[in-house]
């Protein structure tokens, strides 16, 4: 079972970037639990370093994320300075963590969010500026979702529904990396709805014939086949359930 690690910036004491109402540290929480969540029910393991407002350091981010041991580690952040639109960074020798960058940062764009793109930042000595990157032993990106300062990007993220849909988002450009379909998602548009469910209906009653891609995604149940149980299953993630 592929395992990923998911650090909540901020928390607690520490607001991070505030602006329109908003605490970055409030954000970053719900975009990271909606990204565990749909990790989760598509076979991962995964650790997330917070589930309530509390003080958690880099430092112990870095600590917990290592002692995981994950194939893959992210952080989740939201922005400040003015600017607009979301940016992902990465190891500055590329590999496996720029592809992370590249494939999360092309499902938020997927959304309807402006991209930064994908990024290296430098310290002084020539390495990773960003503890997180620096640090842990597995490749790692941290992802930068909005700008809490700038009244309309903040709309990207400004409500539990925005939150949750940018946290799924995430999650598939993480899926994506570990060669896993995204689980229900069969017309391919970034969310599980009726319409997929509809699609699964039809290929089994052979009204349609779905490709093996489309099949994967639609067995719901791992049983190999796509009939009207992996349909209600689309249907309950929808909502939720």
């Not at 689309?234 to 939720?240: D, E, H």
């Amino acid at each position: 079972m592929p395992k990923v690690f998911i650090g909540v910036g901020h928390g607690g004491s520490d607001p991070g970037a505030t602006g329109n109402g908003f605490q970055e540290k409030d954000l970053n929480l719900s975009i990271a639990l909606a990204c565990r969540d749909t990790l989760a029910s598509s076979g991962v393991d995964v650790e997330i370093s917070r589930e309530a407002d509390i003080t958690s350091s880099l430092e112990e981010r870095i600590r917990q994320c290592n002692q995981f041991d994950p194939d893959l580690a992210l952080d989740v952040h939201n922005n400040a300075g003015g600017g607009d639109g979301a940016e992902v960074y990465h190891h500055y020798a590329g590999g496996t963590g720029k592809t992370l960058a590249e494939n999360i940062l092309s499902e938020i764009v997927a959304i309807g969010q402006n991209s930064r793109g994908t990024k290296v930042k430098l310290n002084s000595a020539g390495r990773d500026y960003f503890g997180f990157i620096r640090q842990t032993s597995a490749p790692a990106v941290i992802v930068e979702c909005a700008f809490v300062d700038n009244a309309t990007d903040i709309q990207m993220v400004g409500t539990a529904d925005k939150q949750k849909r940018m946290g799924q988002a995430i999650a598939r450009g993480v899926l994506k990396t570990l060669g896993i379909p995204y689980q229900g998602d069969v017309n391919g548009d970034g969310k599980v709805d009726a319409s997929d469910a509809l699609l699964a209906l039809q290929d089994s009653v052979e009204l349609t014939q779905l490709n093996e891609e489309q099949r994967q995604k639609a067995d719901m149940n791992g049983d190999g086949k796509v009939d009207a149980s992996d349909a209600l299953a689309m249907l309950q993630k929808s909502v939720g359930r």
